[in-house]
């Protein structure tokens, strides 16, 4: 199976949506998307009664929707996803005392793969 780098992502979904991906309409259905993660992690936690679902494969697909969503609207507004997480992530590592950042951790993960 291959992977998808978040650039990659990006640029397929701002092709996808480029003629009628309106951002607002996207916003509205990331909004009904994180509903549907939220009434799985309901029934994963007994909050909400399940009839014998795979509750781990439809949460896996809901919060692909909403990554889905999420990365299209920045797309479409012409954002960097990956410099503007790893510069989020850099500034939260700091003010949190976490013992690596994301970039640090990714560095040291292809270096041990190599």
Do not use: P
Request: no cysteine; glycine share 4%; proline share 0%.
């Amino acid at each position: 199976m291959i992977k998808v780098t978040i650039e990659e992502l990006e640029s397929y979904l701002l092709d996808h949506y480029s003629d009628d991906g309106i951002d607002q309409n996207l916003f509205m259905k990331l909004v009904e998307e994180i509903g549907e993660v939220a009434e799985v992690l309901n029934k994963k936690a007994g909050r909400k009664h399940s009839r014998n679902e795979d509750l781990q494969a439809q949460l896996g697909n809901e919060l692909a929707d909403v990554v889905h969503y999420a990365v299209a609207i920045a797309a479409l507004n012409g954002l960097d996803m990956n410099e503007i997480i790893i510069e989020k992530d850099k500034a939260a590592s700091v003010k949190y005392h976490h013992r690596t950042n994301l970039e640090n951790f990714v560095i040291q993960k292809r270096n041990e793969e190599s």
